[in-house]
């Protein structure tokens, strides 16, 4: 008996019965020898782990653009507190935590530079539009490993594909990383923007705070505490009435003060005009791309390897790029 084997019969016997147990997965791509140490859940958290995709997001926008202090969230790190918030609601529903991990770690690997401004960019200049949730399916399974693609199960892709729209992902763990993408923007976003001088205590909505509560740890406690008393057991995974509606409220703050504010149209002119000219530049001239996309030109059109390119880069190597070429 492996070691994997152990694994899963643990998860057979300890798991609710509303989790994806490992060994019940509908599989990959293509096949592909077990491994006798992990189950197919833990496999598909390292190779997201150890990707190049996951790297760059260290110096990908979250929400402010390639901020200049050391102490705002950076597309990693959102990307690790969603993990975090997804582990402990996953192990407190006792649902697969190595599936939501695999999930969040991966959800926004198609994240394009300078945030949401950047995917309205692509949006707008490639045929067909572009959203970060289906690039981040095209990263793991075309551009990663020189064009192999990482190769994973069905369930890590559906939750990557589906952690946010309006198709909601096949498992319950799915859905824990779409409510803990929310907690932990929702969250980390006011923290940022409060130490930016962008919004004041003050400012927030005093109705969600008498829900939520009064500081940054409270608020993310009440909101993971209601989900797991609202879906314990259930075949669902939610916010109580009350809860989602004040978190509703924050959000809604959060797009007029912040998202949609001055600063950020300002921020995002620079960024859609930056983005925009080295699309045009590289569909004129595409050899200027390193081979893998020159590559991917000559197989699905230019504009499919330009869009691929752009959504790869880092906020730095978009300028960087934009300054030698522009
Ligand atoms: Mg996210």
Known sequence: MTVRDQLEERERANLSGLAMCSADTRGRLQALEPCPLRTNFQRDRDRILH??????????????????????????????????????????LALNEDLA??????HDLGHTPFGHAGERVLDRVIPGGFRHTEQSLRVIDRLERDGQGLNLTFEVRDGIAHHSGDMQPQTLE????????????????????????????????????????????ARIDTMIGDIVC??????????????????????????????????????ERKAARMLEELVA????????????????????????????????MTDRYAMRCYKEWI
């Not at 991990?101 to 991966?106: K, R, S």
């Not at 109580?240 to 949609?260: C, H, K, P, Q």
């Not at 530049?281 to 691929?308: A, L, S, T």
């Open 230 to 267: 609202t879906s314990n057991r259930k075949p669902d995974i939610r916010m109580s009435e009350a809860v989602w509606e004040a978190t509703d409220l924050l959000r809604d703050f959060l797009f007029e003060r912040i998202y949609l504010g001055p600063l950020a149209q300002k921020e």
């Open 101 to 106: 991990e695999a999930i969040a770690l991966g």
């Open 174 to 217: 799915g859905r824990c990383v779409h409510l803990a993408d929310r907690i932990a923007y929702i969250n980390h976003d006011i923290d940022d923007g409060l130490r930016a001088g962008l919004i004041h205590p003050g400012d927030l909505p005093k109705r969600s705070l008498a829900v939520l509560g009064n500081s940054h740890g």
């Open 51 to 92: 990707s190049k995709a996951f790297r760059r997001l260290k110096h990908k926008t979250q929400m402010l653009f390639a901020p200049d202090g050391d102490h705002y969230r950076t597309r990693l790190t959102h990307t690790l507190e969603v993990s975090q918030v997804a582990r402990t609601l996953a192990r407190s």
């Open 281 to 312: 530049y590289c569909i004129h001239k595409p050899q200027c791309m390193p081979m893998e996309y020159v590559r991917i030109c000559e197989v699905e059109g230019v504009e499919r390897g330009v869009c691929d390119f752009v959504a790869c």
